[in-house]
């Protein structure tokens, strides 16, 4: 899934790559666990406090590709939720100050829960559903944010 965003690529970058702006447009992470020095950067584990409606958890990621300004690729671990989240960003090609930013969850077909596992559309239905919400979020924190 993708969303054009009326910002240019490295506003939608920053967006994406700063804690402190994370924080704030991304209504789940309520903080960063331990100090990240140049985040994102390859093999870096990252503790991220969040809240799940009112359930807190802990969220780690672990970058696994970083293209700067271009591509973001992490594998996540929330609670039971294992998936590889992948950020790609382009310049609209006909107007530049606009960028198109796609993100793309790769989880498995079955994911154990109490008492039993959620099928791969029980899990297609979260992932579209995680992915719409990042994308509006960072969309509108951008656009109004320049």
């Not at 998936?83 to 960003?89: G, P, R, S, V």
């Amino acid at each position: 899934m993708s969303t054009l965003i009326t910002a240019e690529r490295d506003r939608v970058w920053r967006a994406l790559t700063t804690p402190s702006e994370l924080i704030r447009w991304d209504d789940q992470i309520v903080e960063l666990l331990d100090p990240v020095p140049d985040y994102p950067k390859l093999g870096q584990e990252i503790r991220w406090r969040c809240r799940i409606g009112s359930v807190p958890i802990v969220v780690h990621q672990t970058i696994r590709e970083v293209q700067p300004g271009e591509l973001l690729q992490s594998a996540i671990c929330r609670g039971v939720f294992h998936f590889d989240e992948t950020y790609t960003l382009a310049d609209e090609i006909e107007t530049p100050e606009r960028t198109r930013l796609s993100l793309r969850v790769v989880a498995s077909n079955t994911t154990p829960v109490v008492d039993g596992t959620m099928d791969r559309f029980a899990i297609r239905r979260l992932s579209a559903e995680l992915i719409d919400t990042r994308l509006r979020a960072i969309q509108k924190w951008c656009e109004s944010h320049v």
